[in-house]
C-alpha cells in the first residue's frame, strides 16, 4: 500500500520558516519525481515545487529563492524549506509521487502565515 505522510505545517509570523517533510512508503521512491502542490480555499490546488529522480529541481515563480525542496533516496523522504514566509503561503501543502502514469497524493499539511 502506498503511503506518502506529511508533517512539519504549522503556524508562522511573516517572515519565519518552516520545514516540510514527506515520508514515502510502498513504492520505488529513487524513481519517483516528487513535488510539493498547494491550495487554499477557493484557489486551484498549484504545484510549488518538484525535484526529479536525477535531482533535478524546478520551482513557481511566486517561491523562487525563498522555497527549497530537496530528497534523501535512502530515507524515502522529500522536504520542502520554507524561508521568509508571507501570509500568501498560507494553504494546505500535499506531496505527490509520480512516475509514468503512477501518481500518489499524501493527505496534507497546513500552512498557515500571520501577518
Known amino acids: 500500500q502506498v503511503q506518502l505522510v506529511e508533517s512539519g505545517g504549522g503556524l508562522v509570523q511573516t517572515g519565519g520558516s518552516l520545514r516540510l517533510s514527506c515520508s514515502a512508503s510502498?513504492?520505488?521512491?529513487?524513481?519517483?519525481?516528487m513535488a510539493w502542490y498547494r491550495q487554499s480555499p477557493g484557489k486551484q490546488r498549484e504545484l510549488v515545487a518538484r525535484?526529479?529522480?536525477?535531482?533535478?529541481?524546478d520551482y513557481a515563480e511566486s517561491v523562487k529563492g525563498r522555497f527549497t525542496i530537496s530528497r534523501d533516496n535512502a530515507k524515502n523522504t522529500v522536504w520542502l524549506q520554507m524561508n521568509s514566509l508571507k501570509p500568501e503561503d498560507t494553504a494546505a501543502y500535499y506531496c505527490?509521487?509520480?512516475?509514468?502514469?503512477?501518481?500518489?497524493w499524501g493527505q496534507g499539511t497546513q500552512v498557515t502565515v500571520s501577518s
Open positions: 525535484i526529479s529522480a536525477s535531482d533535478n529541481t
Open positions: 510502498g513504492i520505488t521512491f529513487s524513481v519517483y519525481r
Open positions: 505527490n509521487a509520480d512516475f509514468i502514469s503512477l501518481t500518489y
